[in-house]
């Protein structure tokens, strides 16, 4: 088992639709860094467009790839990607964040190709890793990774469903990836092929991660159960457990996260959290100086457990060229 670290890098507080762009987060990324090296990790960048015209970033990334200190991905925010159209949903910074998943196949074509351009410009070399913003990825999209020479992509997020959350102003909502498995996949097209590596999110506990349709049958139907809220409120409040540094998050949590991935023989860990959460006030997780520090604390004790059982990291693209080679 490996481990990859990907952290969305994007604009402050997307939580907070249609305010102004800002990108001040980026300042607060080299202290990561440097924790990251003292353990021997190569984090995965995956960037969004507002990021790829800020010059301090621009600095920043092209500094660490032509380093090999990390890899420089992309990260696709529909509502921050040009083109943009004069319609509501589609306007630039626009207060609805659009699936990718939901897009038309030429605007999502026009949108990566765009995103691929500015990463180039900013690296110096062309992106072949990738998450969609909200994780609005499907097929459609894999299809236009494909065409602009993508390896690998980190949309999925297994046991979870966005169908419920809006995007498209009366649209569908979301993927539903309820069904979608924990383990990496190959999309293989005529015009060629894509790997996933989903986001690591499991289920730990009994019967949930012996039996993945029991799991499955649970997370889509707990919403509107009853007897299965008790059991959630009761139970299973923490399930399925994201591999992800949220303040809701313990080192318990985690290294059962680990076992249990151990224990299904998952060859990758892949966490993710996004690049605002490391500036104090700039997401709903982190408001304060000492919710950062408190980031910090559980990433370094995280990371301790990782170096202790041998886990080593690798980047997205490393992963994916593991795989099919």
């Given at each position: ?110 949108k990566i190709k765009n995103l691929t351009e500015q990463i180039i410009r900013t690296i110096g070399r062309g992106p072949t890793s990738f998450r969609s913003g909200r994780y609005g990825f499907n097929e459609k999209v894999a299809r236009v990774l494909i065409e602009n020479n993508y390896l690998v992509d980190s949309s999925v997020t297994p046991f979870v469903s966005w169908s419920g959350q809006r995007g ?158």
């Amino acid at each position: 088992m490996k481990f990859i670290l990907t952290i969305d890098t994007e604009g402050d507080n997307q939580w907070d639709h249609g305010r102004t762009l800002t990108v001040e987060n980026v300042k607060y990324i080299d202290r990561f860094q440097v924790l990251c090296e003292k353990y021997g990790i190569n984090p995965t960048y995956l960037v969004t467009s507002e990021i790829c015209e800020d010059p301090y970033a621009q600095k920043l990334f092209s500094d660490y790839v032509k380093d090999n200190r990390a890899e420089v991905g992309a990260h696709l925010h529909s509502w921050t990607t040009p083109p943009f159209i004069p319609v509501a949903g589609f306007r630039e910074n626009d207060e609805n964040h659009i699936f990718a998943s939901e897009l038309d196949y030429d605007l999502i074509s026009a949108k990566i190709k765009n995103l691929t351009e500015q990463i180039i410009r900013t690296i110096g070399r062309g992106p072949t890793s990738f998450r969609s913003g909200r994780y609005g990825f499907n097929e459609k999209v894999a299809r236009v990774l494909i065409e602009n020479n993508y390896l690998v992509d980190s949309s999925v997020t297994p046991f979870v469903s966005w169908s419920g959350q809006r995007g498209l102003p009366g649209g569908k909502g979301g993927p539903d990836f309820i069904d979608s498995s924990p383990f990496p996949d190959q999309y293989n097209y005529k015009s060629g092929s894509l790997t996933e590596i989903p986001v690591t999110i499991l289920p730990t506990m009994l019967p949930l991660n012996r039996n993945h349709w029991i799991a499955r049958y649970y997370f889509r139907n707990v919403n509107d159960n009853l007897f299965l809220r008790i059991l959630r409120k009761l139970f299973y409040t923490s399930q399925p457990v994201w591999l992800r540094p949220t303040p809701d998050m313990t080192t318990a949590l985690l290294k059962a996260l680990v076992s249990e991935a151990r224990r299904i023989n998952l060859p990758y860990l892949t966490m993710m959290f996004h690049s605002s959460e490391l500036m104090p006030g700039c997401s709903k997780y982190r408001p304060d100086d000492q919710s950062i520090e408190e980031l910090y604390s559980l990433l370094t004790s995280f990371f301790t457990t990782l170096d202790s059982i041998g886990i080593e990291s690798v980047t997205l693209t490393n992963a994916a060229n593991e795989l099919t080679s």
